[in-house]
């Protein structure tokens, strides 16, 4: 399969920077990580394999790829809260230990399943197109957004029970994480519809 230039740079950046944090994480015994660096080759052998069929564009490619980075550098960047991940954004509400928002594990967190959302959109828009109703089809996607979401937080509880030392933290934050994912998902959804036509 013949990928287009675009496809191309974004493959090799996200090529290189899975490298580079791969590297870090081996070298730091960070089990976790290095877990969620053969999650991302996983996903991009997928959507490279399926692009013949699945069409994604460059634009949901390169965000894809961004949160791949997002990802990464949330586990090894430190910041004056700990890792990037647990870094304190802005207190728009503090209600004492992990309940406050907004954090950069939030954030990332809605951004993520904003383009999980939108990506499940094209497929389905690809597979309907305008035959059935484009409510439906928008549910569906946010829906199947917060499926995704349901098995990183399995894929998170089993890290918790398999690896000591981890970053995932409790109810709390296992709660707020699925509030992001679905306010991030209903955001992205709704403003395809309000910025595209049918």
Do not use: C
């Amino acid at each position: 399969m013949r990928f287009s230039t675009s496809e191309k740079a974004i493959l090799g950046f996200t090529a290189l920077y899975t490298a580079a944090f791969a590297v870090f994480f081996i070298r730091h015994f960070n089990i976790e990580f290095i877990a969620y660096v053969g999650v991302i080759i996983f996903i991009f052998t997928l959507l490279y394999a399926t692009l013949d069929k699945t069409k994604i564009p460059a634009s949901l490619l390169a965000a894809i790829s961004l949160w791949g980075l997002l990802h990464m550098m949330g586990g090894s960047i430190q910041t004056a809260d700990g890792v990037l991940y647990a870094w304190k954004i802005y207190p728009f509400f503090d209600g004492g230990g992990e309940l406050y928002i907004l954090k950069f594990d939030q954030a990332v967190h809605g951004y993520l399943y904003a383009v999980v959302a939108l990506l499940f959109l094209h497929l389905l828009r690809n597979y309907f197109g305008n035959t059935h109703s484009q409510i439906l089809v928008g549910f569906i996607a946010v829906m199947a957004s917060l499926g995704v979401s349901a098995i990183n937080e399995i894929l998170e509880f089993v890290a918790v029970l398999t690896v000591p030392e981890n970053g995932v933290g409790g109810y709390f934050n296992t709660a707020l994480d699925i509030v992001f994912n679905f306010v991030g998902a209903l955001i992205a959804v709704l403003g395809f519809y309000l910025f595209h036509k049918r």
